[in-house]
């Protein structure tokens, strides 16, 4: 086969429409169609590699099928200027032999020089407004697929190799909610602890008192009489302490 170009991969759609929202991660897909008896190598790369995630970015279409390929593109800060983009696509597709495994691909296939049956497609990227209530005609949409960009369009643009994975650190398993019982109930069991330790030294003094007392009255009664104000200090004391030990 010749060194020539010629159309390879089938693509759609040949602009990358986001629908733009605030720190939001977007993604939109494109299908790649193998109308040859060729099994297709493809590569995707990118003006704006750090900012789009493409899953695959690379990878082989056997004849007469299609691929689907996620673009991802992550979070924004802020708008851009009359929300237009600048950003670019390319997809490369190259013939290779039955057989060709995905580790297999290498750059150098892409290469016209080398006599390899290449091809390569430009995607434009465009921001566009969340989507609306769905009306039954799509604004500007046409059957059949969109003519393909001329070769010297972005000609001399400087595209990279597309990430296949997300720059977005995974959502944390670790974090999780904290338990009514635990923010609720944790100080009322707390208060409740100290009351009763509270109690319990409280008795402890009561019945050293008691004793005290009773003593005092074990001697009153050894010298024939005890005074009125013990009985009634005993009484007192041994309500109280009924009373405590309630509780």
């Not at 991660?25 to 040859?36: A, D, G």
């Not at 296939?109 to 209530?133: I, T």
């Amino acid at each position: 086969m010749g060194s020539d170009s010629k159309e390879l991969l089938g693509i759609e759609p040949l602009e990358l429409r986001f629908p733009f929202e605030f720190m939001k991660q977007i993604s939109c897909s494109m299908e790649l169609t193998n109308r040859t008896d060729d099994y297709l190598a493809f590569k995707v790369k990118t003006t704006s590699p750090k900012k789009y995630c493409v899953r695959p970015n690379s990878g082989i279409v056997p004849p007469r099928s299609t691929s689907s390929v996620v673009v991802t593109m992550q979070a924004l800060k802020q708008a851009p200027p009359d929300m237009q983009c600048k950003d670019k696509f390319l997809v490369q597709s190259a013939v290779v032999t039955e057989g060709t495994a995905v580790k297999d691909i290498t750059g150098q296939m892409f290469k016209k020089e080398s006599g390899n049956v290449v091809d390569e497609v430009r995607l434009k990227v465009v921001y566009v407004q969340p989507p609306r209530p769905p009306s039954p005609v799509r604004e500007g949409s046409e059957e059949g697929s969109s003519p393909r960009p001329s070769w010297s369009d972005g000609a001399n643009i400087n595209y990279q190799d597309a990430t296949r994975e997300s720059d977005e650190p995974p959502l944390s398993s670790a974090h999780k909610e904290p338990s009514e019982i635990t923010t609720e109930t944790s100080p009322l069991i707390s208060r409740l602890t100290e009351e009763r330790n509270s109690a319990i030294q409280q008795n402890n003094k009561l019945r050293e008192e008691l004793d005290l007392v009773r003593r005092e009255i074990s001697k009153q009664n050894g010298n024939g009489g005890f005074p009125l104000v013990f009985v009634v200090a005993v009484a007192l004391l041994g309500i109280l302490l009924g009373y405590l030990m309630k509780r």
